[in-house]
């Protein structure tokens, strides 16, 4: 018979570690099937890598891969079979079928149920409540791991309902430790708040570790606050024969062709609210620490806490300013976001749409004024995604047209941080478009120049060649120039660019207070300071602008 290698997530707890081998040993006493071993992706000994080798060098060429998680999460989707296809290059010729996650069935269900049950039997801490299995006047806390994936979550949420039916419980409501919402305490309150006296706090785990420990010690918090209340925390599932019979049951699954994947709510296929950013993203393996070629990938912090999970940051340009000029994936990510690290120039009414536990960074660059230092934002954002939390970094325009973006993005990899980049629209664009000139125009403009005016003419630390820029004959967008557009105007005019060529000033793109300033080239200086331009305010000049036909004007 095929092989079965069953593969586990990993934990720094010794118990779990242990719970699980026991487990493997229980399949194996089975004699169901010829072969069986167990490993891990991280965290824990032994290594998947060492228990795939163990059954190879036994003569086993096809295997049964069974990821032993409960719900279909990251984990699941991409950790374990990524690793797999890493020992398929380590043994040329390996096969394996996969099988597929372990829950919701009622097999765990019964177990859960058994969980639940020995907790009520228990003598009340208090003696406020008649001990004895009594479920009617018992309401349960089912307590999942919370995850970034949508349809984990609601497998969570499926089995609390699940356990509800039949069972004579006054009420199941699901919960998690990490990711997710409710919390612990959240649930808790609620189920106070409807008229709870008993309840028990079920974690929905495998085994042992460092979540369902701060289960109890979330669960006991609340209960101390709470002196009226009995609440009870019940075993995880643990080595059991329920647990055997039902990876039995998806080995035989996998050898038969019936997975019955659910694809259909997957947040790596399919466009979910809020989860936008996993579409289509690709999946590596995590590194063990004892697998000898894994190294490469490692993620380079201690994100194995779990308490969180893997927190993850995405850099959002958010636009030239209106709010409904982000981008639809920017604002499916800032929707979803944990934490939301924002510039000064960012569109600030987003800000108004975000869930109120949202924590909100100011990372304003003020032009003489206060600024958060790159260093501290970079530590910002890697800080909160090790935490586990899914950070946007959102900016104003795009976040690598003069935005830093670029440097967020290799702080983020140096740590080892997930991150992704969502363009924005820039106001290099996006300002002359709004006052109605285009920045390239058939028989008029082939070319357009982007240029940074932060350092003017002259500065030892400009990059910019300004005397080839005032040869071009194309158009030319200054940014970050209000202090400086005087004497870049006058080191253009005099490496030859035509006095009396056109310049259009645009301040506070598409805002209700934006207006278009013109001048010839030789006057904007002069012009600009007269009006009071002041930033954000784009130039845009060239031939262009003498086909500015609409947007607001002084």
Same mark, same amino acid.
Request: charge should be negative; charged fraction near 20%.
């Given at each position: 018979?095929?092989?079965?290698?069953?593969?586990?997530?990993?934990?720094?707890?010794?118990?779990?570690?242990?719970?699980?081998?026991?487990?493997?040993?229980?399949?194996?006493?089975?004699?169901?099937?010829?072969?069986?071993?167990?490993?891990?992706?991280?965290?824990?000994?032994?290594?998947?890598?060492?228990?795939?080798?163990?059954?190879?060098?036994?003569?086993?060429?096809?295997?049964?891969?069974?990821?032993?998680?409960?719900?279909?999460?990251?984990?699941?989707?991409?950790?374990?079979?990524?690793?797999?296809?890493?020992?398929?290059?380590?043994?040329?010729?390996?096969?394996?079928?996969?099988?597929?996650?372990?829950?919701?069935?009622?097999?765990?269900?019964?177990?859960?149920?058994?969980?639940?049950?020995?907790?009520?039997?228990?003598?009340?801490?208090?003696?406020?409540?008649?001990?004895?299995?009594?479920?009617?006047?018992?309401?349960?806390?089912?307590?999942?791991?919370?995850?970034?994936?949508?349809?984990?979550?609601?497998?969570?949420?499926?089995?609390?309902?699940?356990?509800?039916?039949?069972?004579?419980?006054?009420?199941?409501?699901?919960?998690?430790?990490?990711?997710?919402?409710?919390?612990?305490?959240?649930?808790?309150?609620?189920?106070?708040?409807?008229?709870?006296?008993?309840?028990?706090?079920?974690?929905?785990?495998?085994?042992?570790?460092?979540?369902?420990?701060?289960?109890?010690?979330?669960?006991?918090?609340?209960?101390?606050?709470?002196?009226?209340?009995?609440?009870?925390?019940?075993?995880?599932?643990?080595?059991?024969?329920?647990?055997?019979?039902?990876?039995?049951?998806?080995?035989?699954?996998?050898?038969?062709?019936?997975?019955?994947?659910?694809?259909?709510?997957?947040?790596?296929?399919?466009?979910?609210?809020?989860?936008?950013?996993?579409?289509?993203?690709?999946?590596?393996?995590?590194?063990?620490?004892?697998?000898?070629?894994?190294?490469?990938?490692?993620?380079?912090?201690?994100?194995?806490?779990?308490?969180?999970?893997?927190?993850?940051?995405?850099?959002?340009?958010?636009?030239?300013?209106?709010?409904?000029?982000?981008?639809?994936?920017?604002?499916?990510?800032?929707?979803?976001?944990?934490?939301?690290?924002?510039?000064?120039?960012?569109?600030?009414?987003?800000?108004?749409?975000?869930?109120?536990?949202?924590?909100?960074?100011?990372?304003?660059?003020?032009?003489?004024?206060?600024?958060?230092?790159?260093?501290?934002?970079?530590?910002?954002?890697?800080?909160?995604?090790?935490?586990?939390?899914?950070?946007?970094?959102?900016?104003?325009?795009?976040?690598?047209?003069?935005?830093?973006?670029?440097?967020? %993005?290799? *702080?983020?990899?140096?740590? @080892?941080? #997930?991150?992704?980049? /969502?363009? +924005?629209?820039?106001? &290099? !664009?996006?300002?002359?478009?709004?006052?109605?000139?285009?920045?390239?125009?058939?028989?008029?403009?082939?070319?357009?120049?982007?240029?940074?005016?932060?350092?003017?003419?002259?500065?030892?630390?400009?990059?910019?060649?300004?005397?080839?820029?005032?040869?071009?004959?194309?158009?030319?967008?200054?940014?970050?120039?209000?202090?400086?557009?005087?004497?870049?105007?006058?080191?253009?005019?005099?490496?030859?660019?035509?006095?009396?060529?056109?310049?259009?000033?645009?301040?506070?793109?598409?805002?209700?207070?934006?207006?278009?300033?013109?001048?010839?080239?030789?006057?904007?200086?002069? %012009?600009? *300071?007269?009006?009071?331009? @002041?930033? #954000?305010?784009?130039? /845009?000049? +060239?031939?262009?602008? &003498? !086909?500015?036909?609409?947007?607001?004007?002084?």
């Amino acid at each position: 018979m095929t092989a079965l290698v069953i593969v586990g997530h990993g934990t720094r707890s010794a118990a779990g570690v242990d719970q699980f081998a026991a487990l493997v040993e229980r399949v194996r006493r089975r004699g169901d099937i010829g072969d069986v071993e167990g490993g891990f992706i991280e965290l824990s000994r032994p290594p998947l890598t060492d228990a795939v080798s163990a059954l190879v060098a036994r003569g086993h060429r096809a295997l049964v891969a069974l990821p032993l998680v409960l719900t279909a999460a990251g984990h699941g989707k991409g950790d374990i079979p990524a690793a797999m296809g890493r020992e398929q290059q380590r043994h040329p010729g390996l096969t394996y079928r996969y099988g597929r996650p372990l829950g919701p069935h009622p097999l765990l269900h019964e177990a859960l149920a058994e969980r639940i049950d020995a907790a009520l039997a228990d003598p009340s801490p208090a003696d406020a409540l008649p001990a004895g299995v009594d479920r009617a006047g018992t309401w349960v806390a089912l307590i999942g791991r919370g995850s970034t994936d949508p349809d984990a979550n609601a497998e969570v949420a499926k089995v609390a309902r699940l356990l509800w039916e039949g069972r004579g419980y006054a009420g199941v409501e699901p919960g998690f430790i990490s990711l997710a919402s409710p919390s612990v305490p959240e649930v808790l309150d609620r189920l106070r708040r409807l008229g709870a006296r008993r309840i028990v706090v079920a974690p929905y785990f495998l085994f042992a570790g460092v979540l369902p420990d701060r289960i109890v010690a979330q669960s006991a918090e609340f209960a101390a606050a709470h002196p009226d209340l009995d609440v009870r925390v019940a075993e995880v599932i643990g080595d059991c024969d329920a647990l055997a019979d039902l990876v039995l049951e998806r080995h035989a699954e996998a050898l038969g062709g019936d997975i019955r994947m659910n694809c259909d709510t997957c947040a790596y296929r399919v466009l979910m609210p809020g989860f936008a950013d996993k579409v289509g993203r690709p999946q590596r393996p995590h590194d063990h620490p004892d697998d000898p070629v894994g190294h490469h990938h490692h993620h380079g912090h201690d994100h194995h806490d779990h308490g969180h999970d893997h927190g993850s940051v995405a850099v959002v340009g958010g636009g030239p300013g209106p709010e409904d000029l982000i981008t639809v994936r920017g604002k499916a990510l800032l929707d979803a976001a944990d934490v939301v690290v924002v510039d000064r120039l960012a569109p600030q009414g987003l800000l108004a749409g975000l869930r109120p536990d949202v924590l909100v960074v100011d990372a304003a660059k003020v032009p003489r004024g206060p600024s958060m230092a790159q260093d501290a934002i970079n530590e910002a954002l890697v800080s909160h995604a090790q935490a586990g939390r899914r950070v946007v970094r959102l900016k104003g325009g795009d976040p690598y047209v003069f935005g830093r973006g670029h440097e967020e %993005v290799q *702080a983020c990899v140096a740590a @080892g941080v #997930p991150v992704t980049v /969502v363009p +924005g629209v820039s106001s &290099a !664009l996006a300002a002359p478009a709004l006052a109605g000139v285009p920045v390239t125009h058939r028989g008029v403009a082939h070319d357009v120049t982007v240029v940074s005016g932060h350092l003017p003419p002259g500065h030892p630390d400009s990059l910019v060649d300004w005397a080839a820029l005032a040869r071009a004959r194309g158009t030319v967008v200054l940014l970050m120039a209000v202090d400086t557009i005087a004497k870049i105007a006058a080191v253009l005019v005099e490496h030859g660019r035509a006095p009396e060529t056109p310049v259009l000033a645009v301040q506070d793109a598409g805002l209700p207070g934006q207006r278009s300033v013109p001048a010839r080239l030789d006057e904007i200086g002069a %012009v600009a *300071a007269r009006e009071g331009v @002041g930033p #954000p305010a784009v130039f /845009v000049l +060239g031939p262009v602008v &003498a !086909l500015h036909t609409t947007g607001p004007s002084t």
